[in-house]
T-cell receptor, first 112, second 114 residues
Framework: DAGITQSPRHKVTETGTPVTLRCHQTENHRYMYWYRQDPGHGLRLIHY???????DKGEVSDGYSVSRSKTEDFLLTLESATSSQTSVYFCATGGPTNEKLFFGSGTQLSVL | SQKIEQNSEALNIQEGKTATLTCNYT??????LQWYRQDPGRGPVFLLLIRENEKEKRKERLKVTFDTTLKQSLFHITASQPADSATYLC?????????????WGLGTSLAVNP
């Protein structure tokens, strides 16, 4: 997976609790992305980063925040998890030209 | 409305045959189109990128065509093998202000039977 590590791989949590998902890359790619993948919706962009401390919203950003304090790390936080945030979350980096994406193996999050 | 569509039904073919997957879109003017492979429990893996001014691209047993008039891309796997069984996603790269945006299809599941 091109040096992209997501943690945890699986998480079960309760509604209303905060959750942080981690993405670590060893490729020194400038752009990083958080997607969620749900049946019938495909991949949807939550947030992305174009450099350290530089982030922007994607199409489904409500209820999520991100931080990027180092080139290699991109964190996704659900401040107060809801059942609608049950999904598979993928981190990706944009590669040297930010065209093709390199994905991590995903985090399966269940909010009960 | 803007949308991107892939064959919704799973494709089952015999080993050795050519698999052809379709990606159609409406109301976009893409700069490029990409194809990814996704295996169960894994993230998508990039396969090929074809630009708006290119008609065809090949990589080993893979071939992609891109017709911006028909607004369609075809993805071919020749001499298919059971190991090619996976879900294949297409993604349109479109310009959005100063950035590029990827619009994803839902994917087509391919099963290659021995």
């Amino acid at each position: 997976d091109a040096g992209i590590t997501q943690s945890p791989r699986h998480k079960v949590t309760e509604t209303g609790t905060p959750v942080t998902l981690r993405c670590h890359q060893t490729e020194n790619h400038r752009y990083m992305y958080w997607y969620r993948q749900d049946p019938g919706h495909g991949l949807r962009l939550i947030h992305y980063s174009y450099g350290v401390k530089d982030t922007d919203k994607g199409e489904v950003s409500d209820g999520y925040s991100v931080s990027r304090s180092k080139t290699e790390d991109f964190l996704l936080t659900l401040e107060s998890a809801t059942s609608s945030q049950t999904s598979v979350y993928f981190c990706a980096t944009g590669g040297p030209t930010n065209e093709k994406l390199f994905f991590g193996s995903g985090t399966q999050l269940s909010v009960l | 409305s803007q949308k991107i569509e892939q064959n919704s039904e799973a494709l089952n073919i015999q080993e050795g045959k050519t698999a052809t997957l379709t990606c159609n879109y409406t109301n976009y003017s893409p700069a490029y189109l990409q194809w990814y492979r996704q295996d169960p429990g894994r993230g998508p893996v990039f396969l090929l990128l074809i630009r708006e001014n290119e008609k065809e691209k090949r990589k080993e047993r893979l071939k992609v065509t891109f017709d911006t008039t028909l607004k369609q891309s075809l993805f071919h796997i020749t001499a298919s093998q059971p190991a090619d069984s996976a879900t294949y996603l297409c993604a349109l790269g479109i310009n959005a202000g100063n950035n590029r945006k990827l619009i994803w299809g839902l994917g087509t599941s391919l099963a290659v039977n021995p």
